[in-house]
């Protein structure tokens, strides 16, 4: 379960790391997809899991909501709605591939012999390239070197991702 928002946290913050971490989840599905011929990490298939089943939704939720704040600062409209709805998009495959990914990873976690390698190897390769790609387009797009110079209201933005952890929160009571 997502832990609440400190009040104190720099919310801007909050999503650089966050998309760092999901660098470092692409790491390790590259590093299970090598594993795959050979000794699978379980401990690492174990956080992989929780990280693509807990931690990725929030994330992604985190990065459109600091999205939807930046685009609503770009002077064409058409522009902002399409990269929005490319990020909603590209989440949205980020999310399936985690779906797809859930049942072998759990088998491999469970200690069950890997019953279609290239099967497994090739979604374990789609996701993190996917999701490597989608994040540098994020860099380029929004979220670079000048993020730090854009007016961003961060009370707004804060408001937004304790929202997301409270929903959260609320879909892991109901599950």
Known sequence: MSDPLPSTADPIAIVLEE???????????EC????????VSIPLCKVVLRRLDQD???YLKDEVALAEI????Y?????????LELVKSEHLAQEAYALEL???????????ACR?????????????????????WEDLVLFGDRLESLPIDTTLLTARLARNRSLDARHLRLA
């Open 19 to 29: 998309r760092r971490q999901q660098r470092e989840i692409c790491d390790a599905l």
């Open 32 to 39: 299970i997809a090598d594993q795959l011929r050979g000794n």
């Open 56 to 58: 990725l939704p929030l």
């Open 70 to 73: 930046l685009l609503s600062h």
């Open 75 to 83: 002077g064409e409209p058409s522009f902002a709605k399409q990269c």
């Open 102 to 112: 859930h049942e072998p990873l759990t088998e491999i976690c469970q200690g069950k």
């Open 116 to 136: 279609r390698i290239n099967m497994i190897g090739y979604a374990l390769r789609c996701c993190f390239e996917g999701m490597r790609r989608h994040l540098d």
